[in-house]
């Protein structure tokens, strides 16, 4: 990759556009608009030829990194392959040309009623809704259905809800949103929600618990039944945090579980690009009891992201009956390779089987010696960038101070895990030896480590500003 | 079993990867999911088809779909989409990535979101702006979140009558639940009404208004005395914001407003059904610290090389968590470099441009429809690109003949009106056909 320095803005001069559109034959211009409703300035836009416009946003495409570019091993962020074709059938014009709310959708709908009839067979739920953009749209949407169900029936002490310390950060940011008071519920020694910790949390004031099924350690919680037996017992409803459905996918329904409430990621499990971070689209499933609350709640414009539900409704029809089933095991499979041919060489506080992704705790041997400092995860991660890889997800979840979380989905090969494998030992005889290289890491990179601080202390957050 | 183009597994690579494992097989890795949870049946979904038969299938669906001109807004304009903005927005880099966590490898995603960021101020005349959010009305909800953060203590937002209803709708169910007072602010004459505005105020304990920049009625609404009477009483004014018409209509900045949000949608994204569309947040300096959503910063790497990182990442939900104001993650990055090619391409010029052509075929068209008879003008207030009248005939009937006529126009509003609108896309030639089918009604 190689360093390309300017701004749009730095390329503009005044007489360039970029543009073409037709003449004005009405005889008529917003000059006509009242003096007092104008814009006193025009905009600071760069003027540009098209040209440049290409040049300048290929040349900053080449200092990204995505799916396509190489191996994404982000934990709990399901960075599987964006198939193609899905972008074809996106793009169809019947699809983009279409006004959220114009007549004459019949093929819009059939999409929407077809996903919705696919995501319900593979979760166990009755209905969904699409309007949740995101995971933690979805969290929040879902919680909401979660309050309603408890106000309908009048019972309005139920004000909190129950989220492990394992949870996603969004979890209890979505609790929060939504109104409710978090109770933090402890994880046990093996990395499970601790159920003798979450018997006397539960009560009249309890509204539900959020559960991530494999957890963000990337294990199964397998008293998942006591669980829900216990929250069911109290009055409370579960909610199912589906960021980690792909390794269930033909395994076990969130439904069949007791769950009541779910979200999925369209952009993780269904293959939908995550675009450098959205669009993304979060629908959220319920139980039967629950399907005539949907309609009460609405939580975004119009009909949620159908762009991202076109897309994952076609990998869902190209993977079809047989192959849905096969995507969850070979995640988990991968996943397991990976930590076994790793676990000498990097601390792995559990060791039991995982699922799509798993948790080291550092490396066995951080290259500590008397008057040097051992290298850290964030080294780790930053030396990964020079031999071609991106970074696992690193510090999360928070139960382990130097946790690396390695994700690899199903769509790698022996090949790219092997080289994946031979690189993270490399850097772990790199550290031992000497953990300067790996604190000076990235080398390779098109630019080296950026200095945070100063960005957050003296903020420089546009072009004007600096 | 049979091998799929999406999973590069073979039968030895299964092989040796459990034996590194040790197990036998793929279920013995499910041995800690209790046997009754395991589902044993078959999903309910067809069989595995071929690419071509998904494309197939797909233009069949989009077949069904009737392909209209668009005279309707009502939150989402079809503005022309440049040839270039789908080309780059989808290139690989910048699709497959995710967030920009690494930022050594993130540049291209980061650059870009800084001029965004850039391109948001200068529009709404605001001093910072956030990577984005969802969608329009949930960035109103934020701003309204926002407001009560900024505020504190107070626990009422107003809402003027004049906001898209579908606006109006998201906020409500977003302060029915995090606990926010509603409080309404009257129109008069199609324009949210500054007397019901200071009589809200007078009630006390208002942390904030929304009013829309251009309104539910097309109307350019006149904010003078706005921001007056909302920082006597230490509240935050927020404008709802056509980003489009901002590069010639007087902006929430000028109005001395302290939040601008909106849907970015009308800077070239296609109408799609809805979504995905990008909510834009913009404040003023002082606000920044409330602000949800990720932020983009410049800086200097190890070497003195100017970059970008994600930046003041103390506001976050990763961070906070329960504490945190917004639980927003991600967010519509890929619809925010759609509205930063489409800016770049358009320009000053550009996007005035658009403004008096959409500007010009409206009131055109606004002039020939009551030249038929069969409408009265409603508001005699300045409008851009969007307009309703009353209509004289019957509304289902008039709908049906435009619908049948390849249009998509006439749109029903709650009070009974029709609205209109007209953007760059539509010719002349279009607008005339559109006026001689409703003579026919």
Same mark, same amino acid.
């Given at each position: 990759m190689?360093?390309?320095?300017?701004l749009?803005?730095?390329?503009?001069?005044?007489g360039?556009?970029?543009?073409?559109?037709?003449?004005?034959g009405?005889?008529?211009?917003?000059?006509?608009l009242?003096?007092?409703?104008?814009?006193?300035?025009?905009?600071?836009?760069?003027?540009?030829?098209?040209?440049?416009?290409?040049?300048?946003?290929?040349?900053?495409?080449?200092?990204?990194?995505?799916?396509?570019?190489g191996?994404?091993?982000?934990?709990?962020c399901?960075m599987?392959?964006?198939?193609?074709?899905?972008?074809?059938?996106?793009?169809?014009?019947?699809?983009?040309?279409?006004?959220?709310?114009q007549?004459?959708?019949?093929?819009?709908?059939?999409?929407?009623?077809g996903l919705?009839k696919?995501l319900?067979?593979?979760?166990?739920?009755?209905?969904?809704t699409?309007?949740?953009?995101?995971?933690?749209h979805?969290?929040?949407?879902?919680?909401?259905?979660?309050?309603?169900y408890?106000?309908?029936?009048g019972?309005?002490?139920?004000?909190?809800?129950?989220?492990?310390?394992s949870?996603?950060g969004?979890n209890?940011?979505?609790?929060?949103?939504?109104g409710?008071?978090?109770? %933090?519920?402890?994880?046990?020694?093996?990395g499970?929600?601790d159920?003798?910790?979450?018997?006397?949390?539960?009560g009249p004031?309890?509204?539900?618990?959020?559960?991530?099924n494999?957890n963000?350690?990337g294990l199964?919680?397998r %008293?998942i039944?006591?669980i829900?037996?216990?929250?069911?017992a109290?009055?409370?409803?579960?909610?199912?945090?589906?960021?980690?459905?792909?390794?269930m996918?033909?395994v076990v329904?969130?439904?069949d579980?007791?769950?009541?409430?779910?979200?999925?990621?369209?952009?993780?499990?269904f293959?939908?690009?995550?675009g450098?971070?959205?669009p993304?689209?979060g629908?959220v499933?319920?139980?039967?009891?629950?399907a005539?609350?949907?309609?009460?709640?609405q939580?975004?414009?119009?009909?949620?992201?159908?762009?991202?539900?076109?897309?994952?409704?076609?990998?869902?029809?190209?993977?079809?009956?047989?192959?849905?089933?096969?995507a969850?095991?070979?995640?988990t499979?991968?996943?397991?390779?990976?930590?076994?041919?790793?676990?000498d060489v990097?601390?792995?506080?559990?060791?039991?089987?995982?699922?799509?992704?798993?948790?080291?705790d550092?490396?066995?041997?951080?290259?500590?010696?008397?008057?040097?400092?051992?290298?850290?995860?964030?080294?780790?991660?930053?030396?990964?960038?020079?031999?071609?890889?991106?970074?696992?997800?690193?510090y999360?979840?928070?139960?382990?101070?130097?946790?690396?979380?390695?994700?690899?989905?199903?769509?790698?090969?022996l090949e790219?895990?092997?080289?994946?494998?031979?690189?993270?030992?490399?850097?772990?005889?790199?550290?031992?030896?000497?953990?300067?290289?790996?604190? %000076?890491?990235?080398?390779?990179?098109p630019?080296?480590?950026?200095?945070?601080t100063?960005a957050?202390?003296?903020?420089?957050?546009?072009?004007q500003?600096? | 079993?049979?091998?799929?183009?999406y999973?590069?597994?073979?039968?030895?690579?299964?092989?040796?990867?459990?034996?590194r494992?040790?197990?036998?097989?793929?279920?013995?890795?499910y041995?800690?999911?209790?046997?009754?949870?395991?589902f044993?049946?078959?999903?309910?979904?067809p069989?595995?088809?071929?690419?071509?038969?998904?494309?197939?299938?797909?233009e069949?669906?989009?077949?069904?779909?009737?392909?209209?001109?668009?005279?309707?807004?009502?939150?989402?304009?079809?503005?022309?989409?440049?040839?270039?903005?789908p080309?780059?927005?989808?290139?690989?880099?910048?699709l497959?990535?995710?967030?920009?966590?690494?930022?050594?490898?993130?540049?291209?995603?980061?650059?870009?979101?800084?001029e965004?960021?850039?391109?948001?101020?200068?529009?709404?005349?605001?001093?910072?702006?956030?990577?984005?959010?969802y969608?329009?009305p949930?960035?109103?909800?934020?701003?309204m979140?926002?407001?009560?953060?900024?505020?504190?203590?107070?626990?009422?937002?107003?809402?003027?009558r004049?906001?898209?209803?579908?606006?109006?709708?998201?906020?409500?169910?977003?302060?029915?639940?995090?606990?926010?007072?509603?409080?309404?602010?009257?129109a008069r004459?199609?324009?949210?009404?500054?007397?019901?505005l200071?009589? #809200?105020l #007078?009630?006390?304990?208002?942390a904030?208004?929304?009013?829309?920049?251009?309104?539910?009625?097309?109307?350019?609404?006149?904010?003078?005395?706005?921001?007056?009477?909302?920082?006597?009483?230490?509240?935050?004014?927020?404008?709802?914001?056509?980003?489009?018409?901002?590069a010639?209509?007087k902006?929430?900045?000028?109005?001395?407003?302290?939040?601008?949000?909106?849907d970015?949608?009308?800077?070239?994204?296609?109408?799609?059904?809805?979504?995905?569309?990008v909510?834009?947040?913009?404040?003023?300096?002082?606000y920044?610290?409330?602000?949800?959503?990720?932020?983009?910063g410049?800086t200097?790497?190890?070497?003195?090389?100017?970059?970008?990182?994600?930046?003041?990442?103390?506001?976050?939900?990763?961070?906070?968590?329960?504490?945190?104001?917004?639980?927003?993650c991600?967010?519509?990055?890929?619809m925010?470099?759609?509205?930063?090619v489409?800016?770049s391409?358009?320009?000053?010029?550009?996007?005035r441009?658009v403004?008096?052509l959409?500007?010009?075929?409206?009131?055109?068209?606004?002039?020939?429809?009551?030249?038929?008879?069969?409408?009265?003008e409603?508001?005699?207030?300045?409008?851009?690109?969007?307009?309703?009248?009353?209509?004289?005939?019957?509304?289902?009937?008039?709908?049906?003949?435009?619908?049948?006529?390849?249009?998509?126009?006439?749109?029903s509003?709650?009070?009974?009106?029709?609205?209109?609108c007209?953007?760059?896309?539509?010719?002349?030639?279009?607008?005339?056909?559109?006026?001689?089918?409703?003579k026919?009604?």
């Amino acid at each position: 990759m190689k360093y390309y320095d300017k701004l749009i803005f730095e390329l503009s001069k005044p007489g360039r556009q970029g543009f073409t559109l037709p003449e004005n034959g009405y005889g008529r211009c917003v000059k006509e608009l009242p003096e007092g409703l104008r814009r006193q300035s025009e905009p600071e836009l760069p003027e540009v030829s098209e040209p440049d416009v290409v040049r300048h946003y290929t040349n900053l495409s080449q200092m990204n990194f995505g799916v396509d570019t190489g191996f994404y091993p982000l934990g709990s962020c399901t960075m599987k392959y964006n198939p193609k074709v899905n972008e074809e059938v996106a793009a169809m014009p019947g699809f983009t040309g279409l006004h959220p709310l114009q007549p004459g959708v019949d093929g819009a709908k059939a999409v929407i009623e077809g996903l919705d009839k696919a995501l319900s067979a593979i979760t166990g739920m009755a209905r969904f809704t699409f309007e949740p953009c995101a995971g933690a749209h979805g969290e929040l949407t879902g919680l909401m259905i979660m309050r309603s169900y408890h106000m309908r029936r009048g019972d309005l002490a139920r004000t909190k809800v129950i989220v492990p310390d394992s949870a996603h950060g969004t979890n209890p940011a979505s609790a929060a949103v939504c109104g409710l008071e978090v109770v %933090e519920v402890k994880s046990n020694a093996a990395g499970l929600v601790d159920v003798e910790d979450l018997k006397p949390l539960l009560g009249p004031d309890i509204a539900g618990i959020m559960m991530t099924n494999p957890n963000t350690l990337g294990l199964f919680e397998r %008293e998942i039944g006591e669980i829900a037996a216990l929250v069911h017992a109290c009055g409370g409803l579960l909610y199912y945090d589906g960021a980690n459905m792909n390794p269930m996918l033909g395994v076990v329904r969130p439904g069949d579980m007791g769950f009541d409430i779910m979200h999925l990621n369209l952009h993780k499990t269904f293959s939908t690009p995550h675009g450098g971070g959205g669009p993304g689209s979060g629908p959220v499933g319920v139980a039967a009891h629950l399907a005539d609350l949907l309609p009460t709640i609405q939580v975004s414009g119009f009909h949620g992201n159908f762009g991202v539900m076109l897309r994952a409704y076609a990998y869902i029809l190209m993977l079809g009956r047989q192959n849905v089933k096969l995507a969850g095991k070979y995640a988990t499979v991968s996943a397991n390779y990976i930590k076994e041919s790793l676990k000498d060489v990097y601390k792995l506080p559990i060791p039991t089987v995982c699922k799509h992704e798993f948790v080291f705790d550092g490396l066995v041997d951080d290259g500590a010696r008397e008057g040097r400092e051992g290298a850290t995860t964030l080294d780790v991660a930053k030396r990964l960038l020079d031999f071609g890889f991106h970074a696992p997800t690193i510090y999360f979840p928070l139960l382990f101070h130097q946790a690396l979380m390695i994700e690899p989905t199903e769509t790698e090969s022996l090949e790219t895990l092997d080289a994946f494998i031979d690189v993270m030992r490399k850097i772990a005889a790199e550290a031992a030896e000497d953990p300067a290289i790996l604190k %000076e890491a990235p080398h390779g990179a098109p630019i080296r480590r950026p200095d945070e601080t100063t960005a957050a202390r003296q903020p420089i957050l546009k072009y004007q500003d600096a | 079993m049979a091998g799929f183009s999406y999973f590069p597994h073979t039968e030895d690579d299964l092989r040796v990867m459990l034996e590194r494992i040790g197990v036998a097989s793929l279920d013995d890795l499910y041995q800690d999911v209790p046997e009754r949870f395991v589902f044993r049946g078959e999903y309910d979904l067809p069989d595995a088809m071929s690419e071509q038969q998904v494309r197939d299938y797909f233009e069949s669906l989009a077949a069904q779909n009737a392909r209209l001109k668009i005279f309707a807004g009502a939150g989402a304009y079809d503005h022309y989409t440049p040839a270039v903005v789908p080309y780059i927005t989808s290139r690989s880099e910048f699709l497959t990535a995710y967030t920009p966590y690494q930022a050594e490898i993130s540049q291209g995603t980061l650059r870009y979101i800084f001029e965004y960021q850039s391109m948001v101020c200068t529009l709404t005349g605001m001093d910072v702006s956030n990577a984005s959010l969802y969608d329009g009305p949930t960035a109103a909800a934020e701003a309204m979140k926002m407001a009560l953060a900024c505020t504190k203590k107070k626990t009422r937002v107003l809402l003027s009558r004049t906001l898209l209803p579908h606006v109006i709708r998201v906020v409500e169910t977003y302060a029915r639940f995090h606990g926010v007072e509603l409080g309404y602010i009257d129109a008069r004459d199609g324009q949210t009404s500054l007397e019901s505005l200071q009589k #809200e105020l #007078e009630a006390g304990d208002v942390a904030g208004i929304i009013v829309p920049q251009i309104n539910r009625y097309g109307i350019i609404e006149d904010l003078g005395g706005f921001e007056e009477a909302v920082h006597a009483a230490k509240a935050v004014a927020i404008a709802y914001c056509d980003p489009s018409a901002l590069a010639v209509i007087k902006t929430p900045g000028e109005w001395g407003f302290d939040i601008a949000v909106g849907d970015g949608q009308p800077l070239g994204i296609p109408v799609s059904f809805g979504g995905p569309y990008v909510g834009f947040m913009a404040c003023r300096k002082d606000y920044v610290r409330k602000m949800p959503g990720r932020i983009v910063g410049q800086t200097t790497d190890a070497d003195g090389k100017r970059c970008y990182v994600l930046t003041l990442q103390a506001r976050e939900q990763h961070i906070r968590r329960e504490k945190a104001t917004s639980n927003i993650c991600s967010n519509e990055s890929l619809m925010a470099l759609y509205v930063t090619v489409y800016l770049s391409l358009m320009g000053p010029k550009g996007l005035r441009k658009v403004n008096c052509l959409s500007y010009g075929g409206a009131h055109y068209l606004h002039d020939e429809l009551l030249k038929t008879g069969k409408f009265e003008e409603v508001f005699t207030k300045p409008f851009l690109k969007e307009f309703v009248l009353k209509p004289l005939v019957d509304t289902e009937k008039l709908q049906q003949k435009l619908y049948e006529g390849g249009f998509f126009a006439a749109l029903s509003t709650e009070e009974g009106y029709v609205s209109f609108c007209v953007t760059e896309k539509r010719s002349k030639e279009e607008i005339d056909a559109l006026v001689a089918l409703v003579k026919e009604v």
